[in-house]
Every structure is written in structure tokens, then in C-alpha cells.
């Protein structure tokens, strides 16, 4: 499986909100429309797909911000 | 976990009836979304959901189960006298009491000597009767089993709830599994996580009151006029990581037990939970998507128990009335309950889709 890095992520993650406004490492989750559970199984299947893993829902729920999101698989991206 | 092999015993017939009445997503931007487009397209994009085919009024499942199994029953000539039990499947009976198997018993003049009774499962509710009639006929203690499986679940949500009102469709199934003479093999395993009993739960409406000591998910007890308690509640994120974590390794489970490989497999049909979840998990297994059909849920609803048999009658059928076509099928949700099945269908008695008018 090819590697990633952060900023690939990070468009990755845009993407797969469906979200047309530009996004940062700081945006929080809560203040996007878009997150709600359709966005949750999105990011499951973005990281399933990328990192072969499912992450937990309760994983997704303690993350705030963008950044939250991207440290949950932080040991597997291209350094 | 229950794993059972069959050697005598095969499916002579599937018919499905959907309600002829039908609604569109783009219907109720409205009245669902509060006017918002992009998240109707949002839904119709990555979810898959369409169009949905609901009752009317007062129907209920068994009246669409009693149209599929009069034309199951007529077309195909079968001598109801053969006929040693009747299994109703679904999460929407007529009645508390009695079984809705003896309605639709007296209803379709079946013979005394002939046992009725009710399942209680959805998503995963077609292989449990498949496994229960091919139980009952291995045995010999019965001939021919006619297994009827359905669901109304559009009577259950409440209609202005956005996580599942334009999800479900409604439908009713008829199945005739009967003693094979020559050798048939199929292979069956079932689980379940009852832990996880309120992921989808209709919370009220039967003898438990629903308390928080018993009821963990605390999102049940958020109620509105958007969903009462006596509405089906689903919480739907936990219901996607659940299928794409157990899926996959049922899948692998069975072509062990059933010893074949995937190529030797000509579809695996999922439970029509919705586009999204099926093409997740062929994903995960690496298997062709054209192998997995996923249209049901667009075109009719997620329709629970009844969606792996309505699309064998609506994908497939014209493959098992002139050939033998290996398949594996696979339900998975309420419960959390998750059944599997490797069977081969061979030139059986399949009709296109059959709608219920109103």
C-alpha cells in the first residue's frame, strides 16, 4: 500500500466530506455541516481503504478538530 | 458459532411482491432536509438511496407475503398437501398473538398437518428461514417448506426522522425449499452480538419498558417529534462499522466450510443495506463488485429481511430459471445478528418482481 502524507490527507479528507469550502488543520468538526454520521462512515471507509484498518466510532467522536482526525493515523502517513 | 452442512434439500422457487406505491428522495428535499440539495445529493451520491417502494395505508407485511405465495404456489403447481410447515420471517408480524404463520396458514389453505410459527429477524431473518426449512427437511420431517419473509418497516419509522425515513422500502417473499433427490450441498453459518441489541431497536411498544439501565445507547432516549419510542431508532455509523468488520470474515468463513474459493463463486448477494455498505465490504474481501449486486436499495429501499430474496428476483433471476448459479448469501443487522449461506440455485421457478396494487 502506497504511503501518504499529511497534505494528501488532509485533500483526501475534503474530498470525502464533499466539501466545498477549503478545510485546515485547525477547522472543527462540530462547526462543519457536513459532519454528521454519513460524514463518520466516509472518514471509516477513507481510512479503511487508505490504511486497511477500521477505525472506532468513539475514536471519531473525541477528535475536534481536522488535525484530531489525521493524528489518528498519524504512525501511518509518508513522513 | 452454528454451522450446518445439508446434502438433500433444495430451493424450488422465490417469488417477491413490493408495494406498487413508491417515493422519491427528491420528493422530500422538503421535508426531510429543509430544503437542502447538496445533502439530498450527498445521500443519493455516496448512500445510493433513490426511490423506495412503501405500503399504503393498512397493508402489512403478511398481505404482501400472501401475493407472493399464491403466485409462487399456482405458477409452480405445487401440492399443498406436501406442504409440512409454513415459516413467517419479519419484524412487522399482523398481531402479538397469534403467529402471523397462521394467518397466512388459513389464508392460503394449507392442510392441518402442517406446523406454523413465526422468526423474529430482519436484516439477516432469510437465511435463518432457509436454515431452519433445510433443518426440517434433512430430517424428513418435513417434504416441502414454504418460507415467507418480509418486512414493512416504512410503518415503523417515523416519517419526518432524516437518519432512516427515506431509507426503507417495504416487500414480501415467498421461498419453497423441498427435498432434493440427488445430492445438493449447502452450507450455512449464523452469528450474533447480542451486547449490541439496541444498534437497531424499536425501543416501545411491546411488554419491556425502555429504561436506561437496559437500553446503553443513549441517543434511543433523545426523542422529538422527529422519532417517538415506539419508531425504529438505528444508529447507523455503528451499524456500517459492524458490517464492514464482520462481513468480510463471514464470507471467508464460509468458503471454508463450504470449501470453494471465490472464483468458483458466481455472486455473493448481500443484504441490500444500501450501496454504500455493500461496495465497502466486496472492498475489504477484494471481490468484483460486479459479483456483489447492490442496486436493490436504490430502486426499492432497504427492505430488511426481504432484500436478498427480492434481488435474486430482480438481478439474477434471469440466470437461476436457466442454469446453475453458485451463490453465497449474506444477511446482517438487527440483532446484531449476521447469517450466511453457500447454495447453488438451479433452474428454479423465479418470476420478475411482483407488485402489490392497492
Not at chain 2, 471481490?287 to 430482480?314: H, L, M, R, V, W
Amino acid at each position: 500500500m502506497k504511503k501518504i502524507t499529511k497534505k494528501e490527507l488532509l485533500e483526501e479528507i475534503k474530498l470525502t466530506l464533499q466539501r466545498e469550502e477549503e478545510i485546515s488543520l485547525d477547522t472543527e468538526l462540530e462547526k462543519m455541516d457536513e459532519w454528521d454520521s454519513l460524514a463518520y462512515i466516509s472518514i471509516i471507509s477513507l481510512y479503511d481503504r487508505l490504511f486497511d484498518f477500521i477505525i472506532t466510532i468513539d475514536k471519531l467522536k473525541e477528535s475536534k478538530t481536522i488535525d484530531d482526525l489525521i493524528k489518528l493515523v498519524s504512525n501511518k502517513l509518508d513522513k | 458459532m452454528t454451522k450446518s452442512t445439508f446434502k438433500k434439500v433444495k430451493i424450488s422457487g422465490i417469488t417477491t411482491c413490493v408495494p406498487e406505491n413508491f417515493r422519491l428522495l427528491d420528493d422530500e428535499i422538503d421535508i426531510l432536509y429543509d430544503g437542502d440539495i447538496k445533502q439530498v445529493d450527498r445521500i443519493k451520491k455516496s448512500i445510493g438511496l433513490n426511490k423506495r417502494h412503501i405500503v399504503k395505508d393498512d397493508t402489512t407485511t403478511s398481505d404482501l407475503c400472501e401475493v407472493a405465495a399464491i403466485k409462487l404456489l399456482e405458477e409452480m403447481n405445487v401440492d399443498k398437501s406436501k406442504i409440512g410447515a409454513i415459516i413467517f420471517v419479519s419484524q412487522t408480524p399482523d398481531y402479538f398473538q397469534p403467529a402471523t404463520a397462521s394467518y397466512l396458514h388459513g389464508k392460503l389453505a394449507l392442510p392441518k398437518e402442517c406446523s406454523a410459527f413465526d422468526v423474529n429477524q430482519g436484516c439477516s431473518g432469510y437465511v435463518y428461514g432457509l436454515w431452519l426449512a433445510h433443518m426440517m427437511v434433512e430430517t424428513n420431517s418435513c417434504e416441502k417448506v414454504l418460507v415467507l419473509v418480509g418486512d414493512t418497516l416504512s410503518r415503523v419509522v417515523n416519517p419526518l426522522d432524516t437518519n432512516v425515513a427515506a431509507l426503507f422500502g417495504d416487500a414480501g417473499t415467498a421461498t419453497l425449499v423441498i427435498k432434493s433427490n440427488e445430492e445438493q450441498n449447502s452450507f450455512f453459518s449464523l452469528h450474533t452480538n447480542g451486547l449490541k441489541f439496541d444498534t437497531i431497536i424499536q425501543p416501545q411498544g411491546a411488554f419491556r419498558k425502555p429504561t436506561k439501565n437496559i437500553i446503553n445507547d443513549e441517543k434511543v432516549f433523545k426523542i422529538s417529534d422527529k422519532r417517538l419510542l415506539n419508531n425504529l431508532y438505528m444508529n447507523g455509523a455503528e451499524v456500517f462499522n459492524f458490517s464492514i468488520e464482520e462481513e468480510p470474515k463471514a464470507i471467508k468463513e464460509i468458503l471454508k466450510i463450504s470449501n470453494k474459493t471465490e472464483k468458483e463463486i458466481d455472486y455473493i448477494i448481500f443484504h441490500q443495506a444500501n450501496k454504500y455498505i455493500i461496495s465497502n465490504i466486496a472492498r475489504r474481501l477484494k471481490f468484483p463488485i460486479e459479483k456483489t449486486p447492490f442496486k436493490t436499495t436504490g430502486k426499492y429501499g432497504n427492505q430488511s429481511s426481504a432484500s436478498i430474496p427480492c434481488t435474486i428476483c430482480d438481478a439474477i433471476n434471469k440466470e437461476v430459471v436457466t442454469k446453475k448459479v453458485k451463490l453465497i448469501l449474506s444477511g446482517f443487522g438487527v440483532g446484531l445478528s449476521w447469517a450466511t449461506c453457500q447454495l447453488e440455485l438451479e433452474k428454479i421457478f423465479c418470476p420478475d418482481v411482483i407488485f402489490y396494487k392497492s
